[in-house]
DNA sequence: TATAAATAGGATAAAATTATCCGAAATAAA
DNA sequence: TTTATTTCGGATAATTTTATCCTATTTATA
């Protein structure tokens, strides 16, 4: 469904949501241990989320990553995925023609539009808050 | 969503089907030029679908690839794409944990649940038959 | 100002996916 | 039985994705 980057991206900004709540910058050396991820490439994704503003990064001594306590709620997944894995999972055809729409549709093109706006409102109504209160009361997890 | 290898099936699988109906063989070549797949790879997800009796080949002069006719409405796209992307859609969790349960879930479990039931619904309940039809009528095209 | 700590980013490498090529095996028809 | 045709399957190559390494740049503090 997503790429591996994109999972790294979003379990990433959940950790990170959650120390801004303490107000704690975190670094890539504690992401990557806390969702079990490969340390410099999930930097890199960290990279990709502060260019498109999901996230913030401060450099230097006593820097890290950290996002804006205020808007945790406003930031949902459907910005991270957009972000790292792009629209195509919102725009792209199902069965991948380049030119598919109502008056060129690809064989499955209206059945993937139920699923899809599933997905979409699934992903535009997830707020990185709410997920990363259930990471904090131990009601789900970010790694086996 | 799909890789490649599983549109092509997809695709190669409806265009089977529509010739199937007029009893009519086709080949990896006629195949790979009306769903504008490459050639050679399209006939290694062939022999993929063939392995899982998805479709059946017959070698030989006057061979190629087909479907029994009285099948068609009993193929949905759920056997193609288990065939050649495996039920990870199915089962895989949407953040890659490999232990990923009610009793210790990802952080989007529960969300990803009411999208992958939508998906499996759709693969479980579109036939080849609709979608060929759908093609002949030109209501739907295989290809951009 | 010097130093240590931290992100940024370029260059590579490894692995997976996608794609190509070619000979072997099977089969219908001459 | 020979030939032409066609799928099968192994080897290889190209591309994309995933992953690593190293240096430059930034910045708070001593």
Chains 1, 2 share one sequence.
Do not use: W
């Not at 591996?4 to 120390?19: D, M, P, R, T, V």
């Amino acid at each position: 469904m997503f790429s591996k980057a994109c999972e790294y991206g979003i379990k990433a900004s959940i950790f990170i949501a959650i120390n801004s709540y303490e107000g704690k910058r975190v670094s890539p050396k504690e992401i990557a241990k806390e969702i079990n991820s490969p340390q410099a490439f999930t930097a890199k994704i960290l990279q990709a989320l502060v260019r498109h503003k999901v996230i913030n990064s401060v450099k230097g001594a006593y820097g890290g990553f950290e996002i804006n306590k205020n808007e945790l709620k406003y930031i949902n997944l459907s910005q991270i995925v957009k972000a790292i894995d792009g629209d195509n999972i919102y725009n792209g055809c199902g069965l991948g023609l380049d030119k598919c729409d109502e008056n060129h549709p690809c064989p499955v093109h209206e059945k993937f539009i139920t699923v899809r706006d599933e997905l979409k409102h699934m992903l535009e109504n997830t707020s990185l808050e709410e997920l990363a209160l259930d990471i904090k009361s131990g009601a789900s997890f970010l790694k086996a």
